[in-house]
């Protein structure tokens, strides 16, 4: 294998120098930790302590990113990655696009219907044990995934920030190998990149001024009030989507019900 050192490196959004990532690595100790335990200790704390929720932009920064506490699938994945790699964990990071009816329930339907067909995607992938492992599985809290499987069962399903064809068991969890929980809705794959800056300055949402003005100010704060509502257990439904029989009780206060 080439020479990996430059997938080592800090860059303006993998900040891993700042005294909160610096804090947190120290005070949990994972230095001290084998590599494999290592990796799989930032991929718990990215997946579940910081939550499913949708930040003011894609291009901010990893520090930015643990201040807020909650992220999606771009913004969790350049926390994680500068975590990694601050922990000597080569990685990098490969663009998509997703449909955007994987989001359909997590989007209030107004939303739904003035976000694109496409929108920005992202996973990680990390060289460890010889061979380039994929990390995607971190996008959703297990609070809030545990909501929608009690919602919705078993099977496949493409919406509420799910993308799997087995919904009762998600490839979530680290064991070595790679974590999906949105794979079944990619679009296009954009290749990949050393860095999240770089990915960012090539590819960006197409929402334009108006609907970014309005993401930015409006449209995600109503999508992190509806993650806060999915975690806690009330799952709204989507109009011609059946749910199993039974499945759609009111749950509300079983789940974590913080955050985003």
């Given at each position: 294998m080439s020479d990996l050192t430059?997938?080592?490196q800090p860059s303006p959004l993998l900040d891993f120098g700042a005294p909160a990532i610096r804090d947190?690595?120290?005070?949990?100790?994972?230095?001290d930790l084998p590599m494999d335990q290592r990796i799989g200790a930032a991929y718990d704390f990215t997946r579940d302590e910081i939550l499913f929720g949708y930040n003011r932009a894609d291009g901010i920064a990893a520090s930015d990113v643990l201040a807020?506490?909650?992220?999606q699938c771009n913004t969790k994945g350049v926390l994680l990655m500068a975590l990694l790699r601050a922990l000597g964990v080569p990685c990098r990071m490969h663009g998509f696009t997703i449909h955007k009816g994987l989001q359909r329930g997590v989007m209030p339907e107004l939303a739904y219907a003035l976000s694109p067909p496409e929108i920005l995607h992202s996973w990680v992938e990390l060289y460890h044990?010889?061979?380039w492992i994929t990390l995607e599985g971190f996008i959703l809290d297990m609070p809030y995934l545990q909501a929608v499987q009690r919602a919705f069962g078993r099977g496949p399903l493409c919406a509420y920030g799910v993308g799997t064809e087995a919904l009762e068991a998600p490839q979530v969890d680290?064991?070595?190998?790679d974590t999906y929980i949105q794979k079944t809705?990619?679009?296009r794959d954009l290749g990949l990149f050393d860095t999240p800056d770089a990915m960012f300055s090539q590819h960006d949402q197409a929402l334009g001024p108006l609907r970014?003005?309005?993401?930015t100010y409006g449209m995600r704060h109503w999508m992190n009030a509806r993650a806060r509502a999915i975690r806690g257990g009330r799952v709204p439904g989507i109009a011609g989507m059946a749910r199993p029989a039974g499945s759609n009780r009111a749950t509300a206060g079983k789940g974590a019900n913080h955050g985003a």
């Amino acid at each position: 294998m080439s020479d990996l050192t430059h997938l080592l490196q800090p860059s303006p959004l993998l900040d891993f120098g700042a005294p909160a990532i610096r804090d947190v690595i120290a005070r949990r100790g994972w230095m001290d930790l084998p590599m494999d335990q290592r990796i799989g200790a930032a991929y718990d704390f990215t997946r579940d302590e910081i939550l499913f929720g949708y930040n003011r932009a894609d291009g901010i920064a990893a520090s930015d990113v643990l201040a807020d506490g909650y992220g999606q699938c771009n913004t969790k994945g350049v926390l994680l990655m500068a975590l990694l790699r601050a922990l000597g964990v080569p990685c990098r990071m490969h663009g998509f696009t997703i449909h955007k009816g994987l989001q359909r329930g997590v989007m209030p339907e107004l939303a739904y219907a003035l976000s694109p067909p496409e929108i920005l995607h992202s996973w990680v992938e990390l060289y460890h044990g010889g061979r380039w492992i994929t990390l995607e599985g971190f996008i959703l809290d297990m609070p809030y995934l545990q909501a929608v499987q009690r919602a919705f069962g078993r099977g496949p399903l493409c919406a509420y920030g799910v993308g799997t064809e087995a919904l009762e068991a998600p490839q979530v969890d680290w064991c070595g190998t790679d974590t999906y929980i949105q794979k079944t809705g990619i679009a296009r794959d954009l290749g990949l990149f050393d860095t999240p800056d770089a990915m960012f300055s090539q590819h960006d949402q197409a929402l334009g001024p108006l609907r970014r003005l309005l993401y930015t100010y409006g449209m995600r704060h109503w999508m992190n009030a509806r993650a806060r509502a999915i975690r806690g257990g009330r799952v709204p439904g989507i109009a011609g989507m059946a749910r199993p029989a039974g499945s759609n009780r009111a749950t509300a206060g079983k789940g974590a019900n913080h955050g985003a």
